[in-house]
């Protein structure tokens, strides 16, 4: 009767051990995987925050490309003025030269 009394107490003790062997592996997943949550939320912020960072730097290339555009437009325009206001001075000079050789 006492080996018998032994023996639960020993098999009491396992199955203690044994729960806390299984309690402790359930709180180590739970901690991996509040890690891994937290990691993810970290990640998610940080592509967040890169893709904003891009979609700025899109802006800000398109605005560049838009006022690149727009000046090489004004200088065309003045491009444009200067040669007509050339053409009109050469026509003006020819105006006066065929004036002066008449008189």
Same mark, same amino acid.
């Given at each position: 009767?006492?080996?018998?009394?032994?023996?639960?107490? !020993?098999?009491?003790?396992?199955?203690?051990?044994? !729960?806390?062997?299984?309690?402790?592996?359930?709180?180590?997943?739970?901690?991996?995987? !509040?890690?891994?949550? /937290?990691?993810?939320?970290?990640?998610?912020? !940080?592509?967040?925050?890169?893709?904003?960072?891009?979609?700025?730097?899109?802006?800000?290339?398109?605005?560049?490309?838009?006022?690149?555009?727009?000046?090489?437009?004004?200088?065309?325009?003045?491009?444009?003025?200067?040669?007509?206001?050339?053409?009109?001075?050469?026509?003006?000079?020819?105006?006066?030269?065929?004036?002066? /050789?008449?008189?």
């Amino acid at each position: 009767r006492a080996e018998l009394k032994a023996l639960q107490v !020993q098999m009491d003790l396992d199955k203690a051990a044994a !729960q806390q062997q299984v309690d402790s592996a359930l709180a180590s997943a739970v901690a991996a995987h !509040q890690h891994a949550e /937290s990691a993810t939320a970290s990640l998610q912020s !940080q592509l967040q925050a890169a893709t904003e960072r891009l979609r700025r730097a899109e802006l800000d290339h398109d605005a560049e490309s838009a006022m690149s555009k727009h000046e090489a437009g004004t200088l065309q325009t003045r491009l444009n003025v200067l040669q007509e206001r050339l053409s009109r001075s050469e026509l003006d000079h020819a105006s006066l030269s065929e004036l002066a /050789s008449q008189e």
